[in-house]
């Protein structure tokens, strides 16, 4: 038997949206959502859905042009102003009252703007390395998306992992080759592929990012209860940046983790303890 049940939501536009659906629907517990990083999918997610689907439903979408989403047929459809209705619509298909976000890099600002666009349905927040203000190594991030670095198997694509990232907080062979099946995927040409389309790289190069003011919409939160993890080399949200959200929020809830740059993946020790405690509250 399934850990999850598959779930496919039809967009505005007919694209199909896959979203992994763990726990039961019907506990009086609030709901997770959990949003990805850019480039990222549902499977980021499965370890902490596994930890708290005993306790509550736990929802993971892909969005549109990663995983097992529809990829887009315009490249402009990637735009975060889309994949923001999107979100909303996984919402009202699958019956998604209040939840609690749990929003990575990308998935982080989602969250912020999910709150101006549907007052009300966020009890709490997780923000996973990423804040207001966005530091300078995201200047790399759409270099990295666009281009893709096919191996030949998964074991060739986790030593390439292992070389790109080594501020990552895996540490055993066996996490290196789970963080390669959740990135890469065997296409038809029998090699293995980023499991996401370039040309997502392509809509944020154009700048339609929706002209979000990014402070604006964290206070909004000024009375949500919120946890920031942070990796304690990160350099999209970095210490200056953490300690200006602290100011502007001070029951801001935070942990970070020694050593680990963008992104934890939050089954680091120093996270799951304070995650645990945080998301109990709901």
């Given amino acids: 038997m399934s850990d999850f049940h598959e779930r496919f939501v039809s967009a505005q536009d007919s694209a199909q ?77 699958l019956d998604l009252g209040r939840v609690v976000l749990i929003g990575t890099s990308f998935g982080g600002l989602l969250s912020l703007a999910l709150n101006a666009l549907k007052p009300g ?4 927040l997780v923000l996973n390395d990423i804040g207001p203000i966005v530091g300078a190594g995201s200047g790399g991030i759409m270099e990295r998306i666009g281009r893709d ?15 790109a990232f080594p501020h990552l907080s895996y540490r055993t062979d066996a996490d290196w080759l789970d963080f390669a099946e959740r990135t890469y995927r065997r296409g038809d040409d029998g090699i293995w592929h980023h499991d996401w389309d370039a040309g997502i790289a392509r809509a944020f190069l154009a ?4 002209s979000m ?9 000024a009375r949500i209860p919120t946890l920031v993890v942070r ?36 089954a680091e020790p120093e996270v799951q303890g304070v995650l645990d405690d945080f998301l109990d509250r709901f």
Wanted: aromatic residues 6%; proline residues 7%.
């Fill in 121 to 124: 349905s966020i009890a709490g």
């Fill in 207 to 210: 700048g339609d990012s929706g």
């Fill in 149 to 163: 670095h096919p191996q030949p198997d998964l074991a060739a694509a986790a030593d390439y992992l292992r070389t």
């Fill in 17 to 93: 949206l896959y979203v992994r659906d763990y726990g039961d629907p019907l506990s009086a517990r609030t709901p997770l959502l959990c949003l990805a990083g850019i480039s990222r999918n549902s499977k980021d997610y499965h370890a902490l859905a596994l930890r708290h689907a005993g306790k509550r439903r736990v929802v993971c979408p892909d969005y549109r042009g990663r995983g097992r989403s529809d990829r887009a047929k315009d490249w402009r459809s990637y735009a975060p102003p889309v994949t923001l209705g999107d979100i909303l619509q996984i919402m009202a298909a």
């Fill in 213 to 221: 003011d990014l402070w604006a919409l964290f206070q909004g939160f």
């Fill in 231 to 266: 990796g304690g080399i990160s350099d999209l949200l970095t210490e200056e940046g953490l300690a200006q959200m602290v100011a502007a929020k001070p029951d801001l809830i935070t942990v970070t983790v020694p050593g680990v740059g963008h992104t934890p993946h939050l």
